[in-house]
């Protein structure tokens, strides 16, 4: 099949290896209509990142996966991306369960038409969410005046417990330090893509920022890493 370079990957130009012949494009292009979805929504929000279609339907959000591959990650057939659904809907759970409802499939029915949760046969899966208000999100409450220190109290509370009771993970302090600096490496490769338009001299000094930072922290970092609080 071919495939098209995405950063990080290579994303794969339809599902014809799963089986059944619908593009991304046409799967994309449903979620985009209300009359696809079960719920009423008059308008819907489509948010492309780079690994991932959300949709804003009404009182919900869905989330459908690209098929892409990475060294670390494969999304080239449809059983995986279901898997990795539902390990998403697993592990998102244990932090918002009442966000997180469950994992369904996009079908395509009789006629031909591609509906969400439908009776036809799955040609995807999306990972169905309780969509949250705009207003509260970190990137605009800030400039909305919406109160958030005692909200931020909480989650930080939230995640000590969380992280507390957590199994604690065997790693070695150096292998541990080795994978932060290649993580940023890795996301700078990511950032100096052409289609991002970002000064290549902008990502090379945060690149160089955060290595130095994570070398000033070297120690800390591997003591946790031998205490096992990863």
Known sequence: MHAIKAIGGFMLQDAQR??????LADKVRALKSPSSYAEPAQTIEAIETHFAWVFLAGAYAYKLK????FAELDLATLAARH??????LRLSRRLAPDVYLGVTPLTREADGAIRVGGAGVAVEWLIKMRRLPSELMLDRAPTAGAALSQKLVQLGRLLAQFYLEQQRVVFDAHAYVRRMAQQIEQDGAALRSPDLHIARSLVEAVSSAQL??????EPELSARAEEQRI
């Not at 799963?18 to 593009?23: A, E, T, W």
């Not at 690209?66 to 591959?69: D, E, S």
């Not at 898997?83 to 998403?88: K, L, S």
């Not at 130095?212 to 922290?217: E, I, S, W, Y």
């Open 18 to 23: 799963d089986g059944v012949p619908v593009s």
């Open 66 to 69: 690209k098929p892409m591959r």
């Open 212 to 217: 130095a930072a994570l070398g000033r922290v």
């Open 83 to 88: 898997f990795v659904c539902r390990e998403e």
